[in-house]
């Protein structure tokens, strides 16, 4: 008995020997935190797609003054053409650039961001360039709207789920300056298109526009991989996919998470907050022409959204990353809604109890403040999604809001641009009393749904006020 005791203690301690190499060799094969220098250049990287695609179609209301102009002329693509059909054009670009996110996130896991990024460069470059080549709606509509929103899909998504990875305690802070670098790009390129346009033709503004896209997307995309700790987690949920068809299939959400109260809740604030962002975006540039300024000035409001929105999403990431993502994200899109009933609804009563002065004032405090809280949603709520559904189920709960908020975004902004004749856009302020009063009640309904996040979020455990 004695001799087989110590043979069994023998044997034992031999197979602890053999485990504990084993268990070291694992920990030193583990990949390393992210450096400071990998996570700045991941910044920039993000940053610079962010400038090139999301800026170029978030400009897309240079386009709608543009195109409303040629629907009052005789022998134009678009003549007698209505705002709201004009407005689907940048709609589908925008619903498209999310509405494909499931399929999109899929290919990222299966081949790798870096290929999907630039592809979506070449994508969206060739949309503009087949765009200055249409001659009827439904080609701008399919080029303009649709490859332009597909290549920006395939850039977008990928950067806003690879980046989020890279970080921890400042992820709020990284989000904010990388999607801040569509408002960056906003202060740009609305003026230079417009220059381009009055000097050589909206045609070679799309084209000059496609180029470049061709030849900045593809370098920043190089960069954007997946943090090596989170690639293991991609190489395990994309094990026994086949590259040649698996590019077909979905990623769906987890059954129980999608039936989880906050899954619900962040769903119907995805998509309520798309439905009613786009418009007032896509619109500053006809409302300030209904207010008299000319085509030139009334671009300029672009701008100074953009401006704002620059400087906010840095300072709001910065805010949620130090109070809570969910609180900020709830403040935010309150507030987006409170600036649309405080400052343009009124500036729609223009010489009806308004004096065309403080109705110009009033829109002005409007472009500011929306250009600041308003696009706070679309780089928060990914940066929160890791705390709420945990990092196993964050890409495929990821492209599945994307997909919702496509699908908002593609409902959205037609239908409220049905509330608008398309006879005094350009030139009755009052006109937009109805679609502002929409967008308003929105995101106002946006909002509660993004308390009703917070809130269960905090559900099963104890309350905590910074989430």
């Not at 978030?58 to 007698?80: D, H, L, R, S, W």
């Not at 299939?249 to 809740?265: G, I």
């Not at 929105?309 to 910065?318: A, E, K, P, Y």
């Amino acid at each position: 008995m004695g001799e087989e005791k110590k043979n069994d203690a023998s044997s034992i301690a031999g197979r602890e020997q053999t485990i504990q190499p084993s268990l070291t060799q694992i920990e030193n094969d583990s990949p390393a935190k992210p450096t400071k220098l990998r996570q700045v250049f991941i910044i920039a990287a993000g940053f610079m797609t962010m400038f090139m695609t999301c800026a170029i179609i978030f400009a897309y209301g240079v386009y709608q003054a543009i195109y409303e102009e040629m629907a009052k002329q005789p022998n134009t693509p678009f003549t007698g053409t209505s705002s709201s059909i004009i407005s689907l054009i940048g709609t589908l670009s925008i619903a498209i650039m999310s509405m494909g996110g499931p399929f999109i996130m899929n290919w990222a896991k299966l081949y790798s961001p870096q290929l999907i990024i630039m592809l979506g460069g070449v994508v969206f470059g060739l949309g503009c360039i087949l765009a200055s080549l249409s001659q009827y709606v439904w080609e701008f509509a399919l080029t303009q709207g649709l490859l332009v929103g597909l290549g920006t899909c395939m850039a977008y998504v990928p950067t806003m789920s690879v980046a989020p990875t890279w970080f921890d305690k400042r992820r709020g802070l990284a989000m904010g300056i990388i999607i801040s670098g569509s408002a960056c790009g906003g202060m740009i390129w609305p003026p230079v298109l417009r220059a381009i346009t009055s000097q050589i033709g909206f045609q070679n503004a799309l084209r000059i526009s496609g180029c470049l896209v061709i030849l900045f997307v593809p370098l920043s995309g190089y960069t954007l991989r997946w943090e090596p700790r989170f690639k293991a987690k991609v190489r395990d949920q994309t094990a026994g996919l086949s590259k040649a068809t698996g590019w077909v299939k979905v990623p769906f959400v987890d059954w129980e998470v999608a039936m989880s109260k906050k899954f619900v809740a962040q769903a119907l604030g995805c998509f309520i907050q798309s439905a009613g962002y786009s418009t007032p975006l896509f619109f500053y540039a006809a409302f300030a022409q209904s207010l008299g300024y000319s085509v030139s000035m009334a671009d300029n409001f672009i701008t100074i959204s953009n401006a704002a929105n620059f400087v906010s999403r840095i300072l709001i990431g910065h805010a949620a990353d130090k109070f809570g993502r969910l609180n900020i994200l709830f403040l935010t899109t309150i507030l987006s809604s409170m600036v649309v009933f405080v400052f343009w609804l009124p500036a729609t009563f223009v010489d009806n109890g308004v004096s065309h002065t403080a109705a110009e004032v009033l829109f002005i405090m409007f472009v500011i403040t929306y250009g600041s809280f308003g696009s706070a949603y679309i780089s928060l709520f990914p940066a929160s999604l890791i705390e709420l559904f945990g990092v196993q189920h964050f890409t495929s709960v990821n492209g599945a809001l994307y997909l919702i908020r496509g699908m908002g975004a593609l409902l959205g902004t037609p239908l409220t641009g049905l509330l608008l004749s398309s006879q005094s856009a350009l030139s009755d302020p009052t006109n937009y009393e109805r679609a502002t009063i929409a967008v308003g009640v929105l995101l106002f309904a946006a909002s509660m749904a993004t308390l009703w996040v917070r809130i269960e979020g905090c559900s099963g455990k104890a309350w905590a006020w910074k989430l």
